[in-house]
C-alpha cells in the first residue's frame, strides 16, 4: 500500500521548510520500506502521527492511502483502515493500565481474526525476545514505562497491517534492548511485506532507512 | 466474543450503578404508572363492553328542549331529517329509534266492581312506541295479533310507584304490586277518520328505560294509518328520539347534546361525566407515569454522557485499535439493557399480581375483569421502552462519534 503525502501542512503551528521535509512537500511512501522522521520536541512528530491515523484534522494539503483520500473518510473507512492497514504504537502507548500484559495485546485479536491458541504462541515468543516473559500476567499498571513500551510494540505487530508507525517507540528502551526491539519489527514487517514509518527523537543510527525525513 | 468481556472490564472501570439508584427507582414507578394506566382503561373497556356487567350502553332519551317561543309555536321541538342523521350517525351512538306517537283520539276505561256498587274509570292517553330492541322486558309477549281485539302494553316503573307512594297514601287507597296491575284488564278506545274500535289493553311489564305507555310498533302503525287525524302531525314528525351510547363515549355525546340544545336525562349526563372525569384521571396517571419515565431515561442519559466522558481515553484507544464505533455503541446499549429489562420484568409481575388481585376484588362486587393481563398492555409497555432506548442510543452514537475521528469525519 502506498502513502502518498501531497503538501500537507500543519495549521497549529509554524514548521520549519527543510528540503528533506514532509510538510510542504509531494511525497510518497511506498512498503515495503522503512522511513524514518527525525525531529526536534514541537517540531510535529505526533502531529504527522495523528493525522496519519485519522485523529486530527487541523491541517492542510492531502494524505492517500493507495489513491484514497483520507479528506473522504467516514468512521467506517477509519476503523477498516486502523484494523487491517495500519498499526501504531503511540508515544503515549494508549494501553489499558486495568488489564494484564496478555490481555492488553490478546484485546484486539478478535479484529484480526487469529486463533487464539497461535496467538497465544506467537505472543510468549515475542515476550520472550523482548524479555518480558515474566509480565504477562501482571497488570500493565504495575509495569515501568520501558517495560510497556515493549509491550506496546508486540501489540502492534501482532495486529494486521501494511504499514507499521511507530512514535518514538524506544524512548524508555537502553540501547540493547532498542536493538533488539528494531531487529523484530523489521523481521515481521518483512514477513508481511509490510512498510515501517518510525518517527524518533534521535537518529537511531542502527535503523536503516530507505529514506530519513527532518520535520 | 472474548473481546467484548475485555472491553466491557475496559469501560466498566468508571461504572457505577449506584450513582443512578434513584433514576432506577423513578424508571421502576413509571413504567408501573404507564402500565397500570393502559391496562385500567382496557378494564374499563372490558366492563363497558360486556353486557353482563350491566354498565354496557347508556339508553338516553333525547328532545329538544321547549321554551317560551315553542309554546306560541314560533319554534318547533320536532325534529329535522337532517337532525336525526346526524344524530343516528353520531359516532358515540350505538343504537337509535325515533319515538312513534298516536295520532289519533285514545281513552281507557277501567271497570270497577266493589260490591254492588260499579264504577267506570276513564282517562284519555297517550300512546308511543319504539323499536323493539330498546324494549327492557322480555319479548315474547310482545307483539300484537292482528286478529285479536288485544293490545300489549308497558307502562312506567314511575307511573306505578306514583301511584303506589303518592296518590294511594293520599287518597287511602290500597297499594297494588306490579303482578296485580297486570292482572287488571283495561278497556282502549281508539277513534279517528271517522272509525272507532275497543280493544283490550294487557298489561305485560313496566319499563325503567321509557317513561311512557307503549304499544307495539306494528299496531301504532296500524292504528295511525286507519285512524290518524288529519292535521296531527305528519309522518316525519318526530318528538322523542331513544338512543343507546357506548358508555365511554357519553362525555362526548354530552357534549353533542349541549352542543345542540337537546335535553335528556341529567342523571345519565352526569354517568358522562364521572366516566369522562375517571378516563382524564386515568390519563393524567398516564402522563405522569411517561413523565417518570422520561425524567429517569434522561437521569440514564446523562450518567452515560458522564460515563462516556470519564471513559473517553479508554474508548479513544479501543477506536485507536480499530474497534468500530457502532461496536462500543453497542457496549453502551447492552448495559443500559441490562438495567431496563429487569425493571420492565417487576413492572409487568407487578401488574399481573395487582390485576389479579383487583380481578377478585371486583368479583366480590359482581363485576367481572380478566384476571390476567391484556397483550396491549405489554405492547404499549415495550412500544415505550423501544422509543426511549431508541433515544438513548441516537444521545449514545452521537457522543461515542464525537471520539477518535477527525472532526469532518463525525457523522
Known amino acids: 500500500m502506498k502513502i502518498a503525502f501531497n503538501n500537507i501542512t500543519p495549521l497549529s503551528f509554524e514548521y520549519n521548510q527543510k528540503e528533506d521535509s514532509i510538510w510542504g512537500f509531494n511525497n510518497t511512501l511506498e512498503s515495503p520500506g522503512v522511513y524514518k522522521v527525525i525531529a526536534s520536541s514541537g517540531s510535529g512528530k505526533s502531529t504527522l502521527i495523528s493525522i496519519l491515523s485519522g485523529l486530527r484534522s487541523d491541517y492542510a494539503g492531502d494524505i492517500k492511502y493507495d489513491n484514497q483520500s483520507i479528506l473522504n473518510f467516514n468512521a467506517k473507512d477509519w476503523s477498516a483502515l486502523r484494523s487491517e492497514k495500519i498499526s501504531l504504537v503511540y508515544q503515549d502507548l494508549r494501553l489499558f493500565p486495568g488489564l494484564t500484559v496478555r490481555e492488553n495485546i490478546l484485546l484486539s485479536q478478535d479484529i484480526t481474526g487469529a486463533n487464539i491458541a497461535t496467538a497465544m504462541t506467537e505472543l510468549e515468543a515475542f515476550a520472550s525476545i523482548m524479555n518480558i516473559s515474566n509480565q504477562l500476567d501482571k497488570l500493565v499498571k504495575h509495569l515501568s514505562f520501558g517495560q510497556m513500551q515493549r509491550v506496546a510494540i508486540i501489540r502492534a505487530m501482532m495486529r494486521n497491517y501494511e504499514w507499521l508507525i511507530l512514535d518514538e517507540p524506544f524512548s524508555h528502551l537502553d540501547q540493547t534492548n532498542a536493538n533488539i526491539a528494531w531487529e523484530l519489527i523489521t523481521q515481521e514487517a518483512k514477513k508481511r511485506n509490510a512498510g515501517i514509518i518510525i518517527a524518533c527523537l534521535d537518529p537511531y543510527e542502527f535503523i536503516k532507512a530507505d529514506k530519513i525525513f527532518h520535520l | ?411
Open chain 2, 1 to 411: 466474543m472474548r473481546s467484548n468481556k475485555q472491553i466491557q472490564k475496559i469501560l466498566s472501570s468508571n461504572h457505577k450503578p449506584f450513582q443512578i439508584g434513584l433514576a432506577i427507582v423513578g424508571c421502576l414507578i413509571g413504567f408501573f404508572l404507564i402500565l397500570v394506566s393502559v391496562q385500567s382503561i382496557l378494564n374499563f373497556k372490558y366492563l363497558f363492553s360486556d353486557a353482563k356487567q350491566g354498565i354496557g350502553s347508556q339508553y338516553m332519551v333525547i328532545n329538544k328542549k321547549v321554551n317560551l317561543f315553542s309554546t306560541l309555536n314560533f319554534s318547533k321541538t320536532t325534529f329535522t331529517k337532517k337532525e336525526i342523521d346526524e344524530i343516528s350517525t353520531h359516532p358515540s351512538i350505538q343504537k337509535f329509534s325515533a319515538f312513534v306517537g298516536n295520532k289519533f283520539e285514545a281513552e281507557a276505561y277501567l271497570e270497577m266492581n266493589e260490591g254492588p256498587r260499579q264504577a267506570r274509570l276513564r282517562t284519555e292517553l297517550f300512546l308511543e312506541s319504539v323499536d323493539d330492541e330498546f324494549i327492557d322486558i322480555e319479548l315474547d309477549k310482545w307483539k300484537w295479533d292482528s286478529t285479536t281485539n288485544e293490545i300489549p302494553v308497558i307502562l312506567p316503573t314511575d307511573f306505578i310507584n306514583l301511584y303506589n307512594f303518592t296518590y294511594a297514601p293520599s287518597r287511602g287507597l290500597p297499594q297494588i304490586s306490579k303482578n296485580t296491575v297486570k292482572l287488571f284488564g283495561f278497556s282502549i278506545t281508539i277513534r279517528g277518520n271517522n272509525n272507532e274500535k275497543t280493544y283490550k289493553g294487557n298489561i305485560i311489564g313496566f319499563s325503567d328505560r321509557i317513561s311512557s305507555m307503549l304499544v307495539p310498533k306494528s299496531f301504532l302503525d296500524f292504528a295511525n294509518n286507519k285512524y290518524g287525524l288529519p292535521g296531527i302531525g305528519s309522518e316525519q314528525s318526530t318528538y322523542r328520539i331513544i338512543t343507546a351510547v357506548k358508555p365511554n363515549e357519553l362525555s362526548n355525546f354530552q357534549a353533542f347534546l349541549m352542543e345542540n340544545n337537546y335535553e335528556t336525562n341529567q342523571e345519565l349526563l352526569k354517568n358522562g361525566k364521572f366516566v369522562g372525569l375517571m378516563y382524564l384521571f386515568i390519563s393524567v396517571i398516564f402522563i405522569i407515569g411517561l413523565i417518570i419515565t422520561i425524567n429517569a431515561f434522561t437521569g440514564f442519559i446523562l450518567y452515560f454522557h458522564l460515563l462516556i466522558y470519564r471513559s473517553r481515553n479508554e474508548l479513544d484507544s479501543l477506536l485507536r485499535l480499530g474497534f468500530s464505533h457502532y461496536k462500543l455503541v453497542r457496549n453502551y446499549l447492552f448495559r443500559i439493557t441490562l438495567i431496563i429489562i429487569p425493571l420492565v420484568i417487576i413492572a409487568l409481575a407487578g401488574l399481573i399480581l395487582s390485576q389479579q388481585y383487583l380481578a377478585q376484588l371486583l368479583f366480590k362486587y359482581n363485576f367481572e375483569i380478566p384476571a390476567s393481563i391484556h397483550l396491549y398492555s405489554v405492547l404499549a409497555m415495550v412500544s415505550v421502552t423501544a422509543i426511549l432506548v431508541f433515544v438513548f442510543f441516537i444521545q449514545i452514537r452521537n457522543e461515542i462519534f464525537k471520539i477518535g475521528l477527525p472532526t469532518k469525519s463525525r457523522d
